[in-house]
């Protein structure tokens, strides 16, 4: 038997989020993230409706990838992290 299966419907890559992980010298570090993770942060800052509202969203997505152990305030690690 086999549990239920659960799609997220995919958020797409806006080009302000794409540049900027480019000019930070974070991208490979976004890709390292389980598909999941990005596309929860994706749905996070597109969701806003204001530019001012998508910085704020933004920026502590770029400072957690920078960090390298935490996003949104939860433990992160690489896919291949075991442990």
Request: aromatic share 8%; hydrophobic share 35%; with cysteine.
């Given at each position: 038997?086999?549990?239920p299966?659960y ?61 390298g ?15």
């Amino acid at each position: 038997m086999t549990g239920p299966t659960y799609k997220r419907p995919l958020n797409p890559m806006p080009e302000d989020v794409c540049a900027a992980l480019q000019a930070e010298g974070l991208q490979s570090r976004y890709d390292a993230r389980r598909w999941y993770q990005r596309n929860d942060d994706l749905g996070w800052v597109g969701r806003a409706k204001r530019p001012e509202t998508r910085q704020k969203r933004l920026r502590p997505m770029l400072d957690a990838l920078a960090k390298g152990d935490v996003n949104m305030k939860v433990m992160w690690r690489g896919k291949n992290d075991l442990g």
